[in-house]
């Protein structure tokens, strides 16, 4: 149903644009978030948006993550900037309708010189 793309090895400064692609319209989800984990750590909310485009924003990437919503490519896309080395974890796209939910499979994302 969601599929990540757009991870991999970035220097701290850098920018990253993740991407989920869902199959089929994004319309019908009234959630899409994008979650992280890294290693030994929990998994965290990094950024949500709604079917009417209200985000939501963990305070650890506020001013330098933006999460967008393409309905036209049923996309829901994470644009990542000043990277940090503790960014680094599996970034997986989440998405929500009713009472159902869908994960993606997760793409990797690692800051380091």
């Known amino acids: 149903q969601l599929v990540e793309s757009g991870g991999g090895l970035v220097q701290p400064g850098g920018s990253l644009r993740l991407s989920c692609a869902a199959s089929?319209?994004?319309?019908?989800?009234?959630?899409m978030a994008w979650y992280r984990q890294a290693p030994g750590k929990q998994r965290e909310l990094v950024a949500r948006?709604?079917?009417?485009?209200?985000?939501n924003y963990a305070d650890s990437v506020k001013g330098r993550f933006t999460i967008s919503r393409d309905n036209g490519k049923n996309t829901v896309n994470l644009q990542m900037n000043s990277l940090k080395p503790e960014d680094t974890a599996v970034y997986s796209c989440?998405?929500?309708?009713?009472?159902?939910?869908?994960w993606g499979q997760g793409t990797q994302v690692t800051v380091s010189s």
């Open positions: 989440y998405a929500s309708y009713v009472s159902s939910s869908y």
């Open positions: 089929g319209s994004i319309f019908r989800f009234n959630v």
């Open positions: 948006i709604t079917s009417g485009d209200s985000t």
